[in-house]
């Protein structure tokens, strides 16, 4: 039985495989009453959103969380830019990544750890096409000598 305080809510799959991630943050998310009933219920969307850096504060921007559905007289805005919670220093080591020239702050997952709702940060470089095709080309291979590996064994 699956822990229900330890659950993924919604993965970015687009971002891992458009983007090499180099290095991986674990952040808060501030999300008001309606929003985190909608979280729960899994009606939440990564893929196309990002995270951005103003004011050393870090936010997520275009991350589609759906209106709650027994939400009162004022519904929230699906997709409001939204503050994620790092220590200062995280945020300075971010920043100084960032720094470099390609790099970008994609958000890869959201999930619950411990009760609270937690977003997974990756730093990603953008792949080319011929990445791309380089990567699925190597896995070919693994997935080819693995099935020859099991046929003679």
């Known amino acids: 039985m699956s822990d229900p305080n330890n659950t993924t809510i919604a993965q970015n799959r687009r971002a891992r495989h458009d983007y ?17 009933k909608s979280v729960r219920e899994h009606n939440v969307q990564l893929q196309g959103s990002f995270a951005r850096i103003r004011d050393n504060e870090v936010w997520l921007q275009d991350v589609h969380i759906a209106p709650y559905s027994n939400a009162g007289y004022a519904p929230h805005n699906p997709v409001r830019d939204r503050k994620l919670l790092l220590h200062k220093k995280e945020i300075a080591k971010i920043n100084e990544l960032l720094g470099e020239r390609g790099l970008t702050l994609v958000p890869l997952a959201m999930y ?3 009760g609270k709702a937690k977003v997974e940060l990756g730093v990603g470089r953008g792949l080319k096409r011929y990445d791309k095709r ?3 080309k190597q896995r070919d291979i693994k997935k080819d000598m693995a099935q020859a ?4 064994a």
Do not use: Y
Not at 20 to 36: D, H, M, N, R, S
Not at 149 to 152: F, G, P, S, T, V
């Open 134 to 136: 380089q990567v699925l």
């Open 149 to 152: 590996l099991r046929r003679n």
């Open 20 to 36: 090499e991630i180099l290095q991986k943050f674990e952040a808060g998310i501030v999300l008001t009453g309606p929003e985190i």
């Open 112 to 114: 619950f750890k411990r």
